[in-house]
């Protein structure tokens, strides 16, 4: 059976990981490729890195921590932040992502997701998707959940996957931060096809039962900060998913 | 020796880089010679079968992969890679494969259950059916990483392991020196490193 997977987040600016990370193990909390291993160790299915660099010189920093990370861990990496173009596919690819999201990028320019589909294979790209709840409805933030664009998020997503997105992030901004547990309601309102990825509200390890449980369209969870401070340990989580019979890859 | 061939077709980033990490000798190459010294070939392979097995005819490639297959050395396909070494591929229309395996690369849809997505996207359990060298150090319910929408069928003579979505599925193939897996090693982290570092030693 396919097991759900479980993904941590790690945010780089200038090369190194942003947010307070704490680990009392690791002597430099900051550098992407000790905790990148740290997670693949712990269990991580899957890697994401967020590029939230501003400058050019930045741009190549993050593209050498990709590298140095693809070098020594082998898991899936998806890649995110910034990707306007194939080019930026391009660039990201060769440097050892498996996957790109794109999320500003695509509801820029909707046909950025067929172009990197037909050159890449849909398995590539990942539609990344801000979501939040106004007026009874959901709708699709950009430019980091900062801007209204109007768009019902249904649609958008159910639009990206027909361009050719091989999976969905659906990260809610009414939840994200919350620590309440993930949006479960949101979620079972997106009924798609390819494999989802539950984003934003993650506070315990019961929050990843739940999800699980009540949205059975949900692939994947992801978590920044709650990994990241230790206060949930990926091997842990996974025993404890294991013991409520979600289905996951447990570590030996 | 380890040559990878490249034949324009997916990222061989990671595959090069777990070879290194195994400190085994890897070439990327699209050279022949280079193929014919190597002492074992990885054929990769990532999108549409009927694209890359015309890719891999263009460039004449294919040819060479059958020669070192019939010279007996070791020869690897990986994903789409192992679905080329079957006999025929039903993906937009039907495509003749290198014929090095016996059986069909089918689709998913419509053989597995309604609900179940395709493709199978993520980890899942390896059930080995036949004891394989290449599968030495792998425990029954270890898990590796799969992206495919199709699967190899008709092909119980080289069965060697199998992934259960909605179906069984061939995860592993085998047959003398030539073998394959539809997952992806190179991606699997310890369980797939452990089959490539098999792989090396053969």
């Known amino acids: 059976m396919i097991t759900k997977r479980i993904i941590p987040c790690l945010d780089i600016r200038d090369g190194r990981v942003v947010k307070g990370v704490n680990f009392s193990t690791l002597q430099d909390v900051s550098d992407p490729v000790s905790l990148a291993r740290r997670y693949s160790d712990e269990g991580a299915d899957e890697l994401v890195f967020y590029d939230i660099t501003a400058s050019y010189e930045g741009r190549s920093l993050f593209t050498d921590v990709l590298r140095a990370v693809a070098s020594e861990i082998f898991i899936p990496l998806t890649v995110g932040g910034g990707i306007s173009s194939v080019d930026d596919f391009d660039r990201v690819l060769k440097c050892g992502a498996d996957k790109v999201s794109v999320n500003s990028g695509a509801i820029r320019d909707p046909a950025l997701i067929s172009a990197a589909a037909k050159k890449y294979g849909s398995q590539c790209v990942v539609l990344s998707a801000d979501v939040k709840r106004v007026d009874g409805g959901y709708r699709v933030f950009s430019h980091g959940g900062r801007v209204d664009t109007g768009m019902d998020a249904v649609e958008w997503i159910r639009r990206g996957v027909s361009l050719g997105a091989g999976e969905v992030v659906l990260n809610s901004i009414d939840t994200d931060g919350v620590k309440k547990g993930f949006d479960i309601e949101m979620l079972n309102a997106l009924q798609v096809d390819v494999p989802v990825i539950a984003s934003g509200g993650a506070g315990c390890e019961e929050d990843f039962i739940r999800l699980f449980r009540e949205a059975p369209g949900a692939d994947a969870g992801l978590a920044a900060s709650i990994f990241h401070y230790g206060e949930v340990s990926i091997r842990e989580l996974k025993e404890k998913l294991h013991a409520a019979g979600v289905p996951v890859r447990r570590i030996a | ?202």
């Open chain 2, 1 to 202: 020796m380890t040559a990878i061939v490249d034949y324009g077709v997916g990222n061989l980033f990671s595959l090069r880089s777990s070879l290194l990490a195994l400190h085994e000798e890897t070439a990327v190459t699209s050279d022949p010679a280079e193929i014919h010294a190597a002492d074992r070939v990885i054929l990769p392979g990532v999108g549409a079968f009927g694209d890359a097995a015309e890719k891999l005819r263009g460039s004449g490639l294919d040819r060479t992969v059958i020669e070192e297959a019939a010279s007996g050395k070791p020869l690897l396909g990986i994903c789409l890679g192992m679905q080329l070494l079957f006999e025929r591929g039903f993906e937009f229309g039907t495509h003749a494969g290198l014929g090095l395996l016996k059986g069909d690369i089918v689709p998913m849809q419509g053989t597995i259950p309604p609900g179940l997505k395709i493709p199978q996207m993520g980890w899942n359990a390896l059930t080995v059916k036949r004891p394989h060298p290449l599968l030495r150090s792998v425990r029954e319910g270890d898990c590796v990483y799969f992206v495919h929408s199709f699967y190899a069928d008709g092909c119980e003579d080289s069965l060697i392991a199998v992934t259960e979505y909605g179906r069984e599925m061939t995860a592993v193939a085998a047959k003398d020196n030539v073998m394959g897996c539809q997952f992806h090693p190179e991606k699997s982290g310890k369980v797939g490193l452990g089959i490539l570092k098999a792989f090396c030693e053969l």
